[in-house]
């Protein structure tokens, strides 16, 4: 009696002996398996549908850009990421009728700039320019080694280099080497079959890696524009966006602010690689290109404002293990995003 009692409290089924039935575990494991195939239907179901949505919005002679950046804003299937970033960007037009055009007269375009720079050989380069892209790259997602293959390296230099000659205002300044590698990583994706940090580069062609180039080119110019004053001399754009963000942590989590400033904590210390970098240097590479699905899906002002405050819920997330945290260990946590600090 005490046994079959102590089953109902606990839930458990006892058989006479005090343990629980084959047919019981049977079930269970049973119901199990049957809920997590409905959720996995369900979501393959919502996928399903999310990707037509996509396809109809793409195979419309005149693509509603509105429509496509509301849709987008939740995450793009990776098997049409690539086009749909080209048409966010604006580097694609919306017609179909002159997409192809335009991706022919831009890529031969960005080959013109190569064979201008590249030559005539590396000894024609501005030296100094080049020898800090190369090393900057070298230093690039260190654990991927997709980013340590000399071929993908090269490739990534070239767009660099053509960008900082033709951008003299700004000229190259660490942390565009981050910045290229998720429309990079996008575009090459498109040319190779399953995980890309796994291709077989051999299976990807001179000319496909030149469109890949000249596809992340022109897409970084065009996110560079919209934010080239983070760049420029003396950075203003950044220093805006670190006293944009101090003044929004202040009304949201004054609490947090105040700890802060109490601990000696400047903003600058943590957040200018957080607005030089956009967070890649505390996200995985993975999680950058989702995370720009809903920046593009922003428009114009996805990787300056809407990057903002994503800065602010990043350091809110953490606002509780923060205040417990004096000046060293608390600007070590959000220099580095470190998990085990702010566990």
Same mark, same amino acid.
């Given at each position: 009696?005490?046994?079959m009692?102590?089953?109902?409290?606990?839930?458990?089924?006892?058989?006479?002996?005090?343990t629980?039935?084959?047919?019981?575990?049977?079930?269970?494991?049973?119901?199990?398996?049957?809920?997590?195939? %409905?959720?996995?239907?369900a979501?393959?179901?919502s %996928?399903?549908?999310r990707?037509?949505?996509?396809?109809?919005?793409?195979?419309?002679?005149?693509?509603?850009?509105?429509?496509?950046?509301?849709?987008?804003?939740?995450?793009?299937?990776?098997?049409?990421?690539?086009?749909?970033w080209?048409?966010?960007?604006?580097?694609?037009?919306?017609?179909?009728?002159?997409r192809?055009?335009?991706l022919?007269?831009?890529?031969k375009e960005?080959?013109?700039?190569?064979a201008q720079?590249?030559g005539?050989?590396?000894?024609t380069?501005?030296?100094?320019?080049?020898?800090?892209?190369h090393?900057d790259?070298?230093?690039?997602?260190a654990n991927?080694p997709?980013?340590q293959?000399?071929?993908?390296q090269e490739?990534?230099?070239?767009v660099?280099?053509?960008?900082?000659?033709?951008?003299?205002?700004?000229?190259?300044?660490?942390?565009?080497?981050?910045?290229?590698?998720?429309?990079f990583?996008v575009?090459?994706?498109?040319?190779?079959?399953?995980?890309?940090e796994?291709?077989? /580069?051999?299976?990807?062609?001179?000319e496909?890696?030149?469109?890949?180039?000249?596809?992340?080119?022109?897409c970084?110019?065009?996110?560079?524009?919209?934010?080239?004053?983070?760049?420029?001399?003396?950075?203003?754009?950044?220093?805006?966006?670190?006293n944009?963000?101090?003044?929004?942590?202040?009304r949201?989590d004054a609490? /947090?602010?105040?700890?802060?400033q109490?601990?000696?904590v400047?903003?600058?210390?943590?957040?200018?690689r957080?607005?030089?970098?956009?967070?890649?240097?505390?996200?995985s590479?993975?999680?950058?290109?989702r995370?720009?699905?809903?920046?593009?899906?922003?428009?114009?002002?996805?990787?300056?404002?809407?990057h903002?405050?994503?800065?602010?819920?990043?350091?809110?997330?953490w606002?509780?293990?923060?205040k417990?945290?004096?000046?060293?260990?608390?600007?070590?946590? %959000?220099?580095?995003?470190?998990?085990?600090v702010?566990?």
């Amino acid at each position: 009696m005490n046994i079959m009692r102590k089953s109902a409290e606990t839930g458990g089924t006892l058989s006479r002996k005090g343990t629980v039935s084959k047919a019981d575990l049977a079930a269970e494991k049973t119901k199990n398996e049957e809920a997590a195939m %409905m959720a996995d239907i369900a979501k393959l179901n919502s %996928m399903s549908i999310r990707f037509t949505k996509f396809k109809t919005l793409l195979d419309m002679p005149v693509i509603d850009l509105e429509q496509l950046r509301k849709l987008s804003w939740a995450g793009i299937p990776e098997e049409i990421r690539s086009t749909v970033w080209k048409l966010l960007m604006g580097y694609l037009p919306s017609s179909a009728d002159r997409r192809e055009a335009t991706l022919q007269r831009k890529r031969k375009e960005y080959e013109e700039y190569v064979a201008q720079s590249f030559g005539r050989g590396k000894a024609t380069l501005d030296q100094a320019l080049y020898h800090q892209i190369h090393i900057d790259v070298h230093r690039t997602h260190a654990n991927i080694p997709l980013y340590q293959t000399p071929r993908i390296q090269e490739a990534l230099e070239r767009v660099l280099y053509c960008w900082a000659i033709r951008h003299p205002a700004s000229g190259y300044v660490q942390g565009i080497n981050d910045l290229v590698t998720p429309f990079f990583h996008v575009f090459l994706q498109s040319y190779t079959k399953g995980d890309v940090e796994k291709a077989d /580069l051999d299976q990807v062609s001179p000319e496909m890696l030149m469109e890949v180039e000249a596809d992340s080119f022109w897409c970084l110019t065009k996110l560079l524009d919209g934010i080239q004053d983070n760049y420029t001399h003396a950075q203003p754009g950044i220093q805006r966006q670190i006293n944009r963000l101090k003044e929004l942590i202040n009304r949201i989590d004054a609490r /947090l602010y105040s700890h802060l400033q109490a601990q000696g904590v400047e903003f600058i210390q943590f957040a200018f690689r957080w607005m030089n970098c956009l967070l890649m240097r505390e996200l995985s590479l993975r999680n950058t290109i989702r995370m720009w699905d809903s920046y593009q899906a922003e428009g114009t002002d996805g990787f300056s404002d809407f990057h903002l405050y994503v800065c602010a819920a990043f350091l809110v997330k953490w606002t509780e293990q923060l205040k417990k945290l004096e000046f060293q260990v608390c600007l070590k946590a %959000m220099d580095h995003a470190s998990p085990h600090v702010l566990k």
